[in-house]
């Protein structure tokens, strides 16, 4: 059973809860599980069955679709208030993971079973119009990647990375190569290369931006893909 430290931080992240049934509310109140992750935990791999929806109320966890070579692509994280839409689809659909969750800051969070998920999906219509609005807007976003890695070359999406959290980015080159697929490598000659042109300066744990108009002729995308 939820303690009421828990279920006011669940009410405050996710007022959809407000909205149930009372029936439900107190299913959820009885059966849902308060949880804490270290950060670089598991939260699920690639293959394994969906048995849980979890809710974060703290921390974060990305969500990373890996390949052989060790390499990780970010697809997006999940912060207090969002929901997994990979853990939304295989939970309706029956389905195993197709990537992997990872946790990146320690999280404490609200895990409903299955059950009790699709029966708040079933019957309640604000938690299940709150799930599926998240799902196309994160769905959009999945889109906007899938463009950018297929249309778009290394280079660009590093400076517009770089251009959209700016000035000062206290990151890794590790940390940028796994956001984008690739390698720190290849991270470390394209900073390289951008600080020899004179737009950011680089330091150990920390990128900053000293000429955005150079990065933003890296960034800009060339509109026309049909060639």
């Not at 060790?70 to 197709?98: A, F, H, K, M, W």
Request: hydrophobic share 45%; net charge neutral.
């Amino acid at each position: 059973m939820l303690t009421q430290t828990t279920l006011s931080q669940l009410l405050f992240h996710y007022p959809a809860i407000h909205k149930l049934p009372a029936n439900l509310q107190q299913l959820v109140c009885q059966t849902a599980v308060a949880t804490k992750l270290p950060a670089q935990q598991i939260l699920f791999n690639e293959g394994d069955a969906c048995l849980n929806f979890v809710m974060p109320l703290s921390g974060s966890v990305r969500v990373v679709k890996p390949d052989l070579s060790g390499r990780e692509l970010l697809l997006y994280r999940i912060r207090p208030g969002d929901s997994c839409i990979l853990t939304v689809s295989c939970l309706l659909g029956n389905q195993t993971y197709p990537a992997q969750g990872i946790v990146d800051r320690s999280v404490t969070a609200v895990s409903l079973p299955k059950p009790l998920f699709i029966d708040l999906v079933t019957f309640s219509e604000p938690f299940r119009e709150h799930i599926f609005k998240f799902f196309g807007s994160r769905l959009a976003q999945l889109i906007q990647l899938i463009e950018q890695v297929t249309f778009q070359k290394l280079d660009q999406r590093l400076a517009a990375i770089l251009l959209r959290r700016g000035p000062a980015l206290h990151t890794t080159h590790q940390q940028l190569a796994d956001e984008l697929g690739s390698v720190r490598e290849v991270i470390n000659r394209l900073l390289k290369d951008f600080k020899e042109q004179g737009a950011v300066e680089v330091k150990r744990g920390k990128i900053t931006v000293v000429n955005a108009e150079i990065l933003q002729q890296f960034a800009e995308v060339e509109s026309d893909f049909s060639h």
